[in-house]
């Protein structure tokens, strides 16, 4: 939805807008906003408006810290849950620096970066992700929370969430992202609401709004929603499959797609996919940036964790869905490593990265891998030279650390900033002593 200032100005007269609230994330994708009258955005629009950096994850330093908000009107929607005396919209801004050029440590300008690279070899790139999540009953009197019901998937008997969902999708159609469908996921209390592919950025920020968004009309019900990527022992974590393909620059013909190819991939896709491929142990921190994340990226359970693709295994980790005649547009890949606890302006940028690397040094694509990767002893793992993803957030910084496309893709600031900050959260984690530890421990030894 394209918007004018005049138009913008038009909706908060006819919706009695009060405040707008200028909203950007830090680098682990925070939500961040700066609450200002409906009668200021004006000034904001012509001259940015003000804020210290410096208390931002992984912003500036105190020396450095006065910077930019510059409204992205196209962003502009009304929050629907406050509505009322106060009504209240949003707007995603850029940040800027003092002398208003980009700040490069934004992570949506660190996407801007990297899409503006694909253009200039004449693609947009298009995805759609796929956001799982866990519905919870509030924390009762220190008890681990519960999930909100015993459904499965596609349950419908045993779903309590199914009229959550609705207000949910209401509250996103709300908030101007579309749609698909909503089901009840494989484990208890988890949830999927997949809503329509689009080019990068706009995908992104709608990302970071569907975040925010259900966690509200959760809270509404008297629930919590999380995005944390494994939050019960023994089933399927949460994991956001995200859907690629790359299209000609300003047209509507698919470069991914080839008739004459066996999986329908063009010489592109196949380039793509090996690039991907290639920096999959780099990219993994930003796809899976939490400690938790790596109790969802072990063998048995539906996240994948060996370096591979095909079309019908769900085991690798790219998988080419099938193509239905006629729908040649829909020619895409699916990175199934990803969870939603990642920040989608970092994560898209570095998958979008890895895969234009492929295709300029023209990777070759290994073959593809249908059978069942779980049941390779290590033996046959190691023959057929399939590799698997770091198995901890560690080990995955360090990957990170000796990728030189991956840095690139982030720039220096970002980069620095983000494995100081995971560097610090796998320390103070790895001094925990958890209850685990202290079941099978403490009265043993």
Known sequence: MSMTASDVFALIEQERVRFVNLQFTDIVGMVKSVTIPAGQLHDS??????????????????????????????????????????????????????????????????????????????????????????????????????????????????DLASSVRKEMVNGLEAMGIDVEASHHEVAIGQHEIDFRYDQAVKTADNAVTFKYTLKAVAERHGLFATFMPKPIFGVNGSGMHCHQSLFHAGTNKNAFYDANDDYGLSETARHFIAGQLAHARGMTPILASLVNSYKRLVPGYEAPVYISWARANRSALIRVPKISPGKERSARIELRCPDPSSNPYLAFAVMLKAGLDGIKRQLPLPPPSEENLYHFTPQRLVETGVQQLPDSLDAAVTCLENDEVMHEALGDPLYDRFVEAKREEWKEYAMQVSQWELDRYLSIF
Not at 92 to 100: A, E, K, S, Y
Not at 132 to 156: A, C, I, K, T, W
Request: proline residues 8%; aromatic residues 12%; negative net charge.
């Open 45 to 158: 629009i012509e001259h940015g408006t003000w804020f210290d950096g410096s208390s931002i994850e992984g912003f500036a330093r105190i020396a450095e810290s006065d910077m930019l908000l510059q409204p992205e009107l196209d962003t502009f929607r009304i929050i629907p849950w406050e509505r009322g005396e106060n009504t209240t919209a949003r707007v995603i801004c850029r940040v800027l620096m003092p002398d208003g050029q980009p700040f490069t440590g934004d992570p949506r300008e660190v996407l801007l970066k990297v899409i503006d690279e694909a253009k200039q070899m004449d693609f947009d790139y298009y995805i759609g992700p796929e956001l799982e999540f866990f519905l919870f009953v509030p924390n009762q009197n220190g008890q681990e929370p519960l999930p909100h019901d015993r459904g499965s998937y596609f349950d419908l008997s045993t």
